[in-house]
């Protein structure tokens, strides 16, 4: 592993973690040159299905692009990247275990909604009203109404 910093191709592991629970290694490392630390993630590398987007054009899934829907999702909200990580591998697990070769964007898109609304409802919300376009006040109230808590009514 070459050093982020200087290039040196030396950079022994000082220590080494489980992580996203146990789905890969967390590696810190430091350079044997300019003695900088940096960390690296070990993990299986299984091929996810192609995305088919809205418009037909097929793309490689891409963890990245993920990775930053839900970080704007939950932009300013106090969720842990270590909970992003999880919520990054049980979705790419649930790609893997549908065992095809495509799935859609919206397929995706439904998957991120179900794990924002467990780790975040305000992250919830601000990706609903992009993923689905919300037009309106209305549909702001309806995304709200999905993850409020249902209020039991007293019989008199």
């Known amino acids: 592993m070459r050093c982020p910093f200087c290039d040196h191709a030396e950079t022994p592991v000082v220590e080494t973690r489980d992580a996203e629970d ?6 810190r490392r430091r ?11 070990e993990r299986i590398e299984l091929s996810l ?3 088919v987007k809205k418009n037909g054009v097929r793309a ?5 692009k993920l990775r930053a829907s839900l970080a704007l999702a939950l932009r300013k909200r106090p969720v842990t990247s270590e909970a992003v990580d ?12 549908l065992a095809t070769r495509e799935v859609t964007s919206e397929g995706i898109g439904e998957l991120v ?4 609304r467990k780790i975040d409802k305000i992250g919830y919300v601000r990706f609903a009203s992009v993923y689905r376009k919300f037009e309106d006040v209305d549909e702001f109230a309806e995304a709200i109404e999905e993850v409020q808590p249902r209020r039991r009514t007293r019989n008199n």
Not at 60 to 64: A, C, L, S, T, V
Not at 113 to 116: K, N, P, Q, S, Y
């Open 60 to 64: 490689e899934y891409d963890r990245r």
């Open 113 to 116: 909604m179900r794990e924002l």
């Open 22 to 27: 146990g789905a890969a290694l967390r590696r």
């Open 31 to 41: 350079c044997a040159q300019c003695d900088k630390r940096f960390t690296t993630y």
């Open 49 to 51: 299905p192609a995305v």
């Open 86 to 97: 999880a919520a990054i591998g049980r979705i790419e697990e649930k790609l893997l275990s």
